[in-house]
């Protein structure tokens, strides 16, 4: 209704008479609950916001987004802190590299950007088991977000590690974090557990102190609401483009009658599953709502202002109907691409911000440049079996029934089970996934040869041949755990038995595959290449490394690697994993290279696993364009 806008406006401009009576040089932020607005230095404060994850962008590229998103206007940026990146084995926690967070800060801190940081414990974000260390399903009865005594312990633990690193950050002690959220979109989610979140809170609190702006993020629907808010936790909506502005802000205040408006998650854009047209959100409308709830005094966080990538495994997924898991560019249709280049839609939210900040002088820094490196040729260096001894050091665990990978205590990517033929198959026999427990995909073959594949919720049953004492390989890839959801206790691997034909497969060999491990310290171009000499004359069909390098020609710039043709599979350059490429489901078709990874003197090391077959001109491309948006098969 235009009355409840007009009644907005007219309580911000209460809001902006306001004046402090603060002692000068105190730092302060806080919530005017008189005025509907956020108080910094005793003066009314609305924030426009942007996200960025620095899990998402290498190390060297953040204070580039930084200043990008400093220049466009913002005066905050919204940072998610994932927990499984910096405590991937329980009790040792990471702070250093592309995880060193109070470096990040630091640089916003230097770029002039204030911070609204989110360190869950559970985050979403399309991210790995949204945020949460898959190691806490080693418990299986664990309630994963919940009172839960085995999860609450992991959690304190985790948060008395990080929560006291961020407390010489918050603005009031000296540091740009202004706000802290507790959890994320709690609301969505089925257990509805206030212990949970009072617990929480007693923590926050604990940790950061009494002075510290702690808030909570939730759907726009009564039920989110009720179950995501508490007292003593500031309550925001978040909504998109979709969305009624006046009936968003609305819930917003029955919940927080009184207090600054809030949506913590106004989103630019939207992420993509492999399937999945590629997401597109109009700049106009983006532009249009933005300056709508600018008008109304709102703060506003736009979700995501610069996307990244979903680099190694680290990609998320999604189980409504089925499963499906979140493609390797996060770059969202944000206004800094994947690659942090303004774009279009960037301009028009700068115009609009024009209209309600001075913004920073100056030109808005360039695109980085991209270079096109053209083709290279790969090799084929072996499949798995023929490789064990390089990419499982730890070798087998014999075992009666399948085991999980969290009972394997190997998290993430590729684990190789295997068994022989229980008689021969004298005709195509089924091999069937009864209970639907492949999780995510199982690659198989038989003596070597390449029999297809099994898929959760799509493919549980294809026919294979062979005879009595054969060996039986089937590689399963983990595709990322469910980050959103009722479902977010996703086990990886083989969770139930294997029926062939009548009998049950049984009696397994078991690999773990460090593949990260053996590429980091250099194999396979490190090995005499006599050795992959054999694999030269072997089938293409069925998962196998390949390796190839990349002449340095003095440039060190952002590229895009092209697999025409190539079916499914992860991709390394100079020890580094870049993440899935899947051209044939779509619809990214191809995968960001970060310029400063490439060395400009030494030839740059690709390894790739292909999962399917590689194609016979075993060509890789790069080229200086992104392909997001392709979803049918092309050649
Ligand atoms: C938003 O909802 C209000 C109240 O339901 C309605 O009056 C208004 O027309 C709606 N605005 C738009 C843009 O649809
Ligand atoms: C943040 O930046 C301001 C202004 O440059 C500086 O005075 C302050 O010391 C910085 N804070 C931290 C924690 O580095
Ligand atoms: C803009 O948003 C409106 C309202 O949600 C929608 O109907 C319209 O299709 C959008 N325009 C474009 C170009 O996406
Ligand atoms: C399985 O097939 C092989 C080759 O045809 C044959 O030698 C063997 O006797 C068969 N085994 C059984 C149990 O039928
Ligand atoms: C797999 O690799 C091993 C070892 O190099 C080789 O003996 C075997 O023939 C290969 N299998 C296939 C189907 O290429
Ligand atoms: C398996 O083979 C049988 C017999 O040839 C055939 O009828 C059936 O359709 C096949 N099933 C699959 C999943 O390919
Ligand atoms: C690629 O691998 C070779 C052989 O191990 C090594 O000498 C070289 O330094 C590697 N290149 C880069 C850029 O790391």
Redesign the pocket.
Known sequence: MAAGVLLFVAANLACLSVRGNLVSGERAFSIDYKNNCFLKDGRPFQYISGSIHYSRIPRYYWKDRLVKMYMSGLNAIQVYVPWNFHEAVQGVQSFTGDRDLEHFLDLANQTGLLVILRPGPYICAEWEMGGLPAWLLQKPKIVLRSADTDYMQAVSNWLAVLLPKMKPWLYINGGNIISVQVENEYGSYYACDYNYMRHLRTLFRFFLGEDIVLFTTDGNTDKEMMCGTLQGLYATVDFGTDTNITEAFDRQRRFEPRGPLVNSEFYTGWLDHWGDQHAMVDAQNISRMLGEMLTMGANVNMYMFEGGTNFGYWNGADHDTRFRSVVTSYDYDAPLSEAGDPTEKLLAIRDVIKEFNDIPFGPMPPATPKFAYGFVTLRKVGNISGLLKTISPLGPVKSQNPLTFEEMKQYYGYMLYQTTLPRNLS??T?LISPLNGVHDRAYVSVNGVFQGLLERDTVL???ITGQQGDTVDILVENMGRVNFGSKIKDYKGLLSNLILGKDKLTDWMIYPLDIDGAIANGWPHSDSQQSFAAAQKEPLAGPAFYMGTLKPNGLAWDTFLKFTLWMKGQIWINGVNLGRYWPNRGPQQTVYIPGPLLSTTLPNNITVLELEGAPAHLRVLFTDRAQLGVTAEQS
């Open positions: 005709e195509p089924p049953v294809i026919n």
